[in-house]
């Protein structure tokens, strides 16, 4: 079919619109390849030029702009100067546009499509880049729904928050129901028919070691923010992220209770499967390098029942051990202490320690189940708290219980945190790959390949997996960095389960308050008789009582007098409150307390007065070496007075005995401005102003010495060496009850003289 001239821009509209509808379907892919059919006799000259010219005009333009997500695929076709061969090429479906161009307009025609496809993409580079990403968990248990709520709202937040970016995660969820297999099957759908780039999951690591093997398959990134058994780091996936705390992480601060205590053996508790097992090699390093041992491992499978629970707990109530270490699931250890509450192994005596696993969704626990755990310590991962996480909590409660109405009582824990922060490192992730083919490789199918076979490779997965490593920002969670795939370690506190109160029927604390005269400031005991009640005060008991108060638990106490030290010896006490003295042989039976005021050992010995008052005493405000240079500038003066004066002025001249007597008569007078002569020289007037300010220094300090010496006491100790009382063998006196006894003969003094 042949195109006349008049028609081809009528044709061209209809080229842009199909090229439109093609790229409007084609958005959600990284490149967008256009087909564009040529139908031109090539045994003509202009055939030949025109086909020429239009390879070189796509040629130079994609060279000139490489940044177009479009490319026009050429497809040409001869028509042989025929109409039913040019038909027939036209109607070819290998082209999705279809050009029949006379040769002489060819070349124009194919510069105006090129400007129009330019202001197209003009309009289009302002659209995002959609990235398909994964999302596996139980959505029946309380973490699945906690975390798929984090992960919403972490989405939301961080695209409000950076609207810039190119990219957009979208989330394609998958219930895992709690069960290998079916975690197995939601990776390999998300894979092969979603293709997704990453994989946020699964919950548990059971789930966990099938699905990482697919993404190292597929170079798929899988990121677990729940699965926490050491085992999974043992895979040796590149491919595999966790990022939450691994239980290993917490086997020193477990094994740090075992030591502070003095515990020398300690029974591990745990769920017979892999993540049970995981812990248990660290945490017998752990507890050996502490000195401590493990007599016996209890594995209680996870579908025991309660009369199988009751069988191994009753087993463990006849060894020697009463120190115990719970690793498992809620569900299982719910069951567990239930039980054990039931034979009477929560009671006094026995000491139950949970792992973080527990502790982080302690909440979770059903109440009874709850009621059985009181006095249970547990292992917890720190978070610091800051106003993000208060402000988000509030917001997350809120969104909660709009989606969640009949679920009560909700508290966000460190998963849904590090649910939170996934999703942020994962964005941050992908827009740094950039809006490259987010694509997979296929692999050849046939019919005689399995599923497992047929998924193909992700194109983007080792610029991801690079991306991620290198993500570090501060989360919700605290610092978020990963050191070969693994979440950094942070610190742990150590909880109550019943959150630190102490029944008000328990035993109190008895706190011993020394009996001693002496510094009543630091404490007072005085005894009512009329109430027959005994108070204590002072300064001590003041710091004591502000220390209790602020403590974030109530902890109930009492003060008990006593007299005799060794009562603290032989720990008939909790603790000591007063002013005692910390010394080496005190600390082999105790510890202290940081000291809050300083100590030490001073003697008390009488004074005298060191002065000596005679007729003598007006000579001591000045040394001898001062009096004597004080007489030698007096005589200087007077001469050096003569020596101006004695030729011009005739009040200086006379006998030698005249002049002598005149010169240091004028010199001593200065002092009380009492010199008659007059002086002529200038020169020496000069002097006699420098030497009337020396003596006014000088007359005012004596007198003020001479003031002191006569009115102020000079108070001096009569004994400045210990030494001294030793060699004389004089008496000494202490404190009754004081450990300066204990001083006095380690230095030397007789007991009959202390």
């Known amino acids: 079919m042949k195109i006349p001239t008049r028609i081809a821009f009528s044709l061209f509209f209809f080229i842009i619109l199909s090229e439109s509808n093609f790229l409007a379907k084609a958005q959600n892919t990284a490149i967008f390849p256009v087909n564009v059919g040529v139908i031109l006799d090539f045994d003509t000259w202009s055939g030949k030029m025109g086909l020429s010219c239009i390879k070189m005009a796509l040629a130079d333009f994609y060279a000139s702009n490489s940044n177009y997500k479009t490319r026009l695929v050429l497809n040409s076709s001869d028509s042989k100067s025929s109409d039913v061969v040019g038909a027939a090429a036209a109607a070819s479906p290998y082209s999705n546009i279809i050009m029949k161009i006379p040769n002489k307009i060819a070349f124009s025609l194919f510069i105006f499509i090129i400007l129009s496809e330019r202001n197209f993409l003009a309009k289009a580079q302002n659209t995002t880049i ?89 170079q798929v990134p899988i990121i677990s923010f729940s699965a926490t058994s050491p085992s999974l780091t043992s895979l040796r996936s590149s491919y595999f992220f966790q990022v939450a705390q691994n239980d290993s992480s917490q086997v020193k601060a477990i094994s740090a209770i075992i030591q502070a205590y003095g515990w020398r053996e300690a029974v591990p508790i745990y769920i017979d499967n892999e993540y049970g097992q995981g812990i248990i090699p660290f945490l017998i390093d752990a507890l050996q390098n502490v000195d401590a041992r493990v007599p016996y491992r ?50 006094e005596g026995y000491v139950w320690i949970i792992t973080s696993g527990m502790t982080n969704s302690i909440r979770s ?8 755990m009181q006095g249970v310590l547990g292992v917890k991962t720190y978070v610091p708290n800051t106003k993000e996480l208060e402000n988000f909590t509030v917001r997350w409660k809120r969104k909660f219980h709009q989606d969640n109405p009949t679920i009560l009582n909700v508290e966000l824990n460190v998963i849904g945190l590090w649910a939170y922060d996934v999703v942020s490192a994962l964005a941050r992730a992908v827009e740094i790959v950039g809006t490259t083919n987010f694509g997979f490789e ?196 007077g001469f050096v007075i003569w020596v101006l004066e004695h030729r011009i002025n005739e009040e200086f001249r006379g006998p030698p005995s005249h002049e002598i007597g005149t010169s240091l008569w004028y010199s001593f007078s200065t002092m009380v401005f009492a010199q008659r002569e007059t002086v002529v020289s200038n020169l020496a007037r000069f002097v006699v102003i420098v030497w009337v300010f020396v003596v006014l220094i000088l007359t005012q300090s004596y007198t003020a010495s001479l003031a002191s010496l006569l009115t102020v006491q000079q108070l001096q100790p009569t004994v400045t060496d210990v030494n001294q009382l030793i060699k004389s063998g004089e008496c000494v006196g202490y404190l009754q009850g004081s450990f300066v006894l204990g001083i006095l003969k380690g230095m030397g003094f007789d007991e009959t003289e202390a």
């Open 298 to 347: 209890s594995a209680i499978p996870s579908s025991a029942s309660d009369d199988q629970i009751g069988q191994e707990l009753y087993k463990l109530m006849t060894m020697q051990t009463r120190v115990f270490i719970v690793h498992m699931s809620t569900n299982l250890s719910s069951r567990l202490f239930t039980k054990a509450k039931e034979i009477g192994m929560m009671s």
């Open 442 to 637: 296929k692999t050849n199918a046939s019919s005689n390949l399995t599923d497992l076979e047929t998924f193909g490779v992700s194109l983007n997965g080792p610029k991801l997996r690079e991306a991620l490593w290198g993500t570090r920002f501060r989360g919700l969670s605290g610092e978020f960095s990963l050191d070969n795939g693994q979440l950094q370690s942070s610190t742990f506190q150590i909880i109550n389960v019943n959150g630190w109160e102490i029944p008000t029927n328990g035993k109190k604390l008895r706190i011993g308050v020394p009996v001693k005269d002496g510094f009543r400031e630091f404490v007072k005991v005085t005894h009512d008789p009329s109430t027959n009640t005994t108070h204590v005060t002072g300064y001590s008991i003041e710091v004591f009582d502000t220390v209790m108060e602020d403590l974030p638990y109530v902890v109930s106490y009492e003060y008990i007098p006593f007299a005799n030290a060794l009562m603290v010896k032989e720990l008939n006490f909790d603790a000591v409150v007063g002013d005692t003295t910390i010394i080496a042989n005190r600390s082999n039976f105790v510890d202290f307390t940081l000291p809050y005021t300083e100590s030490g050992v001073s003697m008390i010995v009488p004074i005298k007065d060191s002065k000596r008052k005679n007729a003598w005493v007006f000579l001591k405000p000045l040394t001898l070496d001062l009096w004597i240079t004080s007489g030698c500038f007096f005589v200087f003066i």
């Open 130 to 218: 959609p990235v398909n990403v994964g999302v596996i968990l139980n959505f029946d248990t309380w973490n699945g729904k906690m975390g798929l709520s984090c992960i919403n709202m972490s989405l939301s937040d961080f695209y409000a928050s950076n609207s810039n970016y190119k990219t957009r995660l979208i989330l394609n969820s998958r219930d895992s129901k709690d069960d290998v297999v079916g975690a197995a099957a939601a990776a390999l759908d998300l894979i092969k028919n979603v293709e997704v780039q990453a994989i946020i999951g699964p919950q548990s690591s059971m789930q966990a070691n099938f699905v990482i093997d697919l993404g190292e398959k597929a």
């Open 365 to 372: 626990i059903e109440s009874s189940a709850h009621n059985s």
